[in-house]
């Protein structure tokens, strides 16, 4: 069973990363890790592993425990740079950081508009590393109309990133 890391950081944009925690098929296994900013969102129940951001004991903080890939969405730009620096202070940044010494998939969604220089260069950085930076970016020729239609997109094209098989979109005819 293939094993996916949810993380979300900041409060701003956590329902993104819930919906795209909903929306991973029944087959695979799911961990969500939220920061503490990001909990306060939380209302329902999951059918997924919850682990605290202070735990770096988990299970997910080992490369052993064979996670095939890590999504953050949203991706703070405060947890961005930590990522780009190696710092390893939270489940999340630790979960991150066993992502890249393994080269396993990793894909940051950074949320804050506009970027600037630092933040730039941290994710170039982090590119060059072979970490996939794809903020939450709408695309217009699948015509969403709806707020539902427009996160299905996004979501859609991380699945595709991630190599999971979807119609959340329509896709460029």
Known sequence: MKK?????????????????????PQDIEKHLIMSESSKVVLKKEQDITLHDNDDISASIASGSFGVDAMIIAPCSMNTLAKIACGISDNLITRCASVMIKEQKKLILAPREIPFSPIALENMHKLSALGIIIAPPVMAYYSQQQTLDEMENFIIGKWFDLLGIENNLYKRWE
């Open 4 to 24: 996916i890391v949810v993380a979300t950081s900041g409060a701003s944009g956590v329902g993104l990363g819930l919906k795209t925690l909903e929306l991973l």
